[in-house]
Antibody, heavy 121, light 107 residues
Framework: EVQLVESGGGLVQPGGSLRLSCAAS????????MSWVRQVPGRGLEWVAN????????YYVDSVKGRFTISRDNAKNSLYLQMNSLRAEDTAVYYC??????????????WGQGTLVTVSS | DIQMTQSPSSVSASVGDRVTITCRAS??????LAWYQQKPGKAPKLLIY???SLQSGVPSRFSGSGSETDFTLTISSLQPEDFATYYC?????????FGQGTKVEIK
């Protein structure tokens, strides 16, 4: 059974940093693209970042470029999101996800349960 | 960036109704579109990928169609467990973008 378990969320002051982790199990982690998607409570979904199987390609939404870094450790079956210079508008539930590769592109087929990040003084 | 626009933003329907949700891309995305269902307090769930491929385990009353800029999610006979919010997402290019969501409510 595929499982994705996020951790690391919490309350942080504006300008602060936080590192989210996602522990993966039930599949060959190193064979899949992985991603982060966030959702402001009560609002819609926003894609944040993607990372290729070997970490050689990374993509970010413009609003987090230069502040957030996605990374992975295939030996530990873990995905990370390092978030620096946090802003109030980064407050959201952050979902880790596995991306299913299909025909040269990828679709998120499994989601974690999410971890809440609150940026407030 | 590719903009995704869903309509309607909400729909009221009864059990047994046929429900159709549309998603329009601001530029052609071939068939690189997914549909997700989200229930309150839960993570989204993949229903359809590549515009019309049904994800394993998803009931056959869900179907997707379309290509390039115009896409449709259809629920052929709405069931009580289908009341939720539905999102489309393009997977043609980065940044990935979602539609704003369509809430399916009980009439």
């Amino acid at each position: 059974e595929v499982q994705l378990v996020e951790s690391g969320g919490g309350l942080v002051q504006p300008g602060g940093s936080l590192r989210l982790s996602c522990a993966a199990s039930g599949f060959t982690f190193s064979s899949f693209w992985m991603s982060w998607v966030r959702q402001v409570p009560g609002r819609g979904l926003e894609w944040v970042a993607n990372i290729k199987q070997d970490g050689s390609e990374k993509y970010y939404v413009d609003s987090v470029k230069g502040r957030f870094t996605i990374s992975r450790d295939n030996a530990k079956n873990s995905l990370y999101l390092q978030m620096n210079s946090l802003r109030a508008e980064d407050t959201a539930v952050y979902y880790c996800g596995r991306d299913l590769v299909y025909g040269g592109n990828c679709f998120r087929d499994y989601w974690g349960q999410g971890t809440l990040v609150t940026v407030s003084s | 960036d590719i903009q995704m626009t869903q309509s309607p933003s909400s729909v009221s329907a009864s059990v047994g109704d046929r429900v159709t949700i549309t998603c329009r891309a601001s530029q052609g995305i071939s068939s690189w579109l997914a549909w997700y269902q989200q229930k309150p307090g839960k993570a989204p769930k993949l229903l359809i990928y590549a515009a019309s491929s049904l994800q394993s385990g998803v009931p056959s009353r869900f179907s997707g169609s379309g290509s390039e800029t115009d896409f449709t999610l259809t629920i052929s006979s709405l069931q009580p467990e289908d009341f939720a919010t539905y999102y489309c997402q393009q997977a043609n290019s980065f940044p990935r973008t979602f539609g704003q969501g369509t809430k399916v409510e009980i009439k």
